[in-house]
């Protein structure tokens, strides 16, 4: 059984996730909505609008950048404080790291903001497009036009560069380090293998991929931007190159626009561009709905540790909770 309790953020919902077993909306005009065991709260955290969130990797604090050139942090009871600061710029990236790190970026700007409240600056020639931080020790990517660059934050040694061609706009480590990989402003990802450098295209997307999911195991990359989740099979000596992937979830009229992998299952939620979500499983591409299409396409899928709820958000700021019993 699948049950559905909406919520009304009151505007676009630019990310969701559970602190602890708090669900939190992150939405587009400052406010974060949470809901706890007393009822729903009502947080402003920017001043203007609030560009990107992310939990923090111990899981009980959400980071928030803001056009208003702050970076802050919401702990689970709904207390919060700044932790960094760039006046007159608009922070619309972010991801957090071990040991309490923060990556922010904003324009051609890139720093780490360390638990000791120390700044170290990765700022590039052109325009930063994401930020990732390796899955063991202290290193950040960087993606940016022509490539990526990869440097240790707590360490003197050389960054390593990372060149392919274009415009690279969003960045992701494989969970067991081996693999690189972006997202292109053109309708593909690209990859590299640690290793060697060896180069990897994903291609065949007719739109944008703007969302991507590792499954539990690390062993597909979930995206988003095609009418089905496209998921690249990780394992092998190879990466994805010279297999094909899984296509879940096709529908012949929508685009997905979010995808998310359950925690411990090969499962994934997708999210479609007219508000609909379906969980997939990959082995036999059987579907559960989870959600009918509603208002705006959906912006932000969250799973809880369990795996028995989901928190979605939408661009028209429709939200809510499914829930879902665990006998499937």
Same mark, same amino acid.
């Given at each position: 059984m699948v049950s559905v309790a909406p919520l009304d953020p009151g505007g676009y919902v630019?990310?969701?996730?559970?602190?602890?077993?708090?669900?939190?909306? &992150?939405?587009?005009?400052?406010?974060?909505?949470?809901?706890? /065991?007393?009822?729903?709260?009502? +947080?402003?955290? #920017?001043?203007?609008?609030?560009?990107?969130?992310?939990?923090?990797?111990?899981?009980?604090?959400? +980071?928030?950048?803001?056009? /208003?050139?702050?970076?802050?942090?919401m702990s689970a009871d709904g207390s919060h404080e700044t932790l960094a600061e760039l006046p007159r710029k608009w922070i619309d990236?972010?991801?957090?790291?071990?040991? %309490?790190? @923060?990556?922010?970026? *904003?324009?051609? +700007?890139?720093?780490?903001?360390?638990? $000791?409240?120390?700044?170290?600056?990765?700022?590039?020639?052109?325009? @930063?497009?994401?930020? *990732? =931080?390796?899955p063991k020790g202290l290193?950040? &990517? @960087?993606?940016?036009?022509? !490539?990526?660059?990869?440097?240790?934050v707590n360490a003197a040694a050389q960054a390593q560069e990372l060149a392919w061609k274009g415009a690279h706009k969003g960045v992701v480590f494989s969970p067991d380090g081996k693999y690189l990989v972006t997202c292109m402003q053109e309708n593909a990802l #690209?990859?590299?293998?640690?290793?060697? !450098?060896?180069?990897?295209r994903m291609?065949?997307?007719?739109?944008?991929?703007? $969302? @991507?999911?590792?499954?539990?195991?690390?062993?597909?990359?979930?995206?988003?931007?095609?009418?089905?989740? +496209?998921?690249?099979? =990780?394992?092998?000596?190879?990466?994805?190159?010279?297999?094909?992937?899984?296509?879940? %979830?096709a529908r012949s009229d929508q685009l997905v626009t979010h995808v998310a992998c359950h925690p411990e299952e090969e499962v994934v939620a997708i999210g479609y561009q007219d508000g609909m979500v379906l969980a997939v499983r990959f082995s036999d591409n059987r579907e559960v709905l989870l959600r009918r299409p509603g208002e705006g396409e959906i912006s932000a899928l969250a799973w809880d540790q369990a795996? =028995?709820?989901?928190? =979605?958000?939408? $661009?028209a700021g429709e939200a809510g909770i499914i829930s879902l019993d665990g006998s499937g």
């Open positions: 630019v990310a969701t996730t559970f602190l602890g077993e708090q669900p939190v909306f &992150a939405v587009g005009d400052g406010l974060v909505v949470m809901l706890t /065991d007393a009822g729903e709260r009502r +947080i402003t955290l #920017h001043e203007g609008g609030l560009l990107a969130a992310c939990r923090s990797l111990e899981g009980d604090a959400l +980071i928030t950048g803001g056009d /208003d050139g702050t970076v802050r942090r990236l972010l991801a957090a790291g071990p040991q %309490g790190s @923060v990556a922010l970026g *904003a324009g051609r +700007i890139a720093q780490v903001r360390l638990a $000791s409240g120390e700044i170290r600056d990765f700022s590039q020639d052109r325009a @930063v497009g994401g930020l *990732a =931080f390796a290193r950040l &990517a @960087v993606a940016r036009y022509d !490539g990526a660059t990869l440097q240790f #690209h990859g590299w293998r640690l290793a060697d !450098g060896q180069d990897m291609t065949g997307y007719p739109g944008k991929v703007k $969302s @991507v999911s590792w499954s539990a195991k690390g062993r597909y990359l979930a995206t988003s931007g095609a009418n089905a989740a +496209i998921l690249w099979p =990780f394992f092998g000596k190879t990466g994805p190159m010279g297999q094909q992937p899984l296509q879940l %979830g795996g =028995f709820r989901l928190a =979605f958000g939408t $661009s």
